[in-house]
């Protein structure tokens, strides 16, 4: 490939923990880069959206496709390595910085509920606590593992090289592109909400570049959602619960 053919990748790009070599591209294939960002986080949330809501399918089977072609994609993509992104750990010093964050935030939070929400405080763990348990439980494996290899490691490893330096750039878009992908949940407080979980999780990977760093910053605040009485914003199953 000719240099006049090819754009040289920025070596300071964003790119995923495990990503071992940047592309060059074409302004052909850059451009198609940009497509098909566009086809996976703006196209396929809609149509889940439909699949849920018009078909009925359940939101789970929904998203099998796309995450099954997002993991063999990354499988044999020679540029990619799944033991180099799943083995980055993080310092002491980003763990210490996700739970100050977690307990400001999280207490604000918890006390706007608490004082605005009463009836709706604690609501899950208090009168239906065995279902309470099994979402603690199962939303950080079913849910928090896919997200987080969809929106933070593929989109990282594919798309951050088009950002070069403009790193903010790809944090706010991807922020943006989270909350999209929430469209399927049909409140405003989840899509608004994940919009700005999403800027916080993705500036955390772009700062680590650790999968388990975003996997237990992104378990910390779905499980208070869950607990302080904000689940059935946030997910479709628990908005069908009798909660009385």
Same mark, same amino acid.
């Given at each position: %490939?000719?240099?006049?053919?090819?754009?040289?990748?920025?070596?300071?790009?964003?790119?995923?923990?495990?990503?071992?070599?940047?592309? +060059?591209?074409?302004?052909? %294939?850059?451009?198609?880069?940009?497509? +098909? #960002?566009?086809?996976? /986080?703006?196209?396929?949330?809609?149509?889940?959206?439909?699949?849920?809501?018009?078909?009925?399918?359940?939101?789970?089977? $929904?998203?099998?496709?796309?995450?099954?072609?997002?993991?063999?994609?990354?499988?044999?993509?020679?540029?990619? &390595?799944?033991?180099?992104?799943? &083995?980055?750990? *993080? &310092?002491? $010093?980003?763990?210490?910085?996700?739970?100050?964050? /977690?307990?400001?935030? !999280? =207490?604000?939070?918890? $006390?706007?509920?608490?004082?605005?929400?009463?009836?709706? *405080? %604690?609501?899950?763990?208090?009168? @239906?606590? +065995?279902?309470?348990?099994?979402? #603690?439980?199962?939303?950080?494996?079913?849910?928090?593992?896919?997200? +987080? %290899?969809?929106?933070?490691?593929?989109?990282?490893?594919?798309? =951050?090289?088009?950002? !070069?330096?403009?790193?903010?750039?790809?944090?706010?878009?991807?922020?943006?592109? *989270?909350?999209? =992908?929430?469209?399927?949940?049909?409140?405003?407080?989840?899509?608004? =909400?994940? #919009?700005?979980?999403?800027?916080?999780?993705?500036?955390?990977?772009?700062?680590? @570049?650790? *999968?388990?760093?975003?996997?237990?910053?992104?378990?910390?605040?779905?499980?208070?959602?869950?607990?302080?009485?904000?689940?059935?914003?946030?997910?479709?199953?628990? !908005?069908?619960?009798?909660?009385?």
């Amino acid at each position: %490939m000719s240099e006049a053919a090819s754009v040289q990748p920025d070596a300071n790009a964003l790119r995923a923990g495990g990503t071992i070599s940047l592309p +060059e591209l074409t302004p052909v %294939m850059h451009a198609w880069r940009w497509i +098909e #960002m566009a086809l996976l /986080f703006l196209l396929a949330p809609l149509a889940v959206d439909y699949a849920v809501h018009t078909e009925r399918v359940p939101v789970f089977i $929904a998203l099998l496709p796309v995450l099954l072609l997002v993991i063999v994609f990354l499988v044999l993509d020679r540029t990619f &390595s799944f033991r180099r992104e799943l &083995s980055r750990g *993080f &310092s002491l $010093a980003q763990l210490t910085s996700i739970l100050a964050v /977690f307990a400001l935030g !999280g =207490g604000l939070v918890a $006390a706007y509920v608490h004082q605005y929400l009463p009836a709706q *405080f %604690m609501e899950l763990p208090r009168n @239906r606590p +065995e279902v309470w348990e099994r979402i #603690m439980l199962l939303y950080p494996l079913m849910s928090v593992l896919a997200q +987080e %290899m969809l929106y933070r490691t593929f989109y990282f490893h594919r798309y =951050g090289v088009l950002f !070069g330096r403009a790193w903010w750039a790809a944090i706010l878009l991807n922020g943006v592109l *989270f909350g999209i =992908g929430h469209i399927v949940i049909g409140t405003p407080l989840a899509i608004y =909400g994940t #919009m700005a979980a999403g800027v916080l999780f993705a500036w955390r990977y772009a700062m680590t @570049r650790s *999968f388990w760093a975003v996997f237990i910053e992104h378990t910390l605040w779905g499980w208070l959602v869950f607990t302080v009485g904000l689940g059935r914003y946030f997910f479709t199953g628990v !908005g069908i619960l009798t909660w009385r």
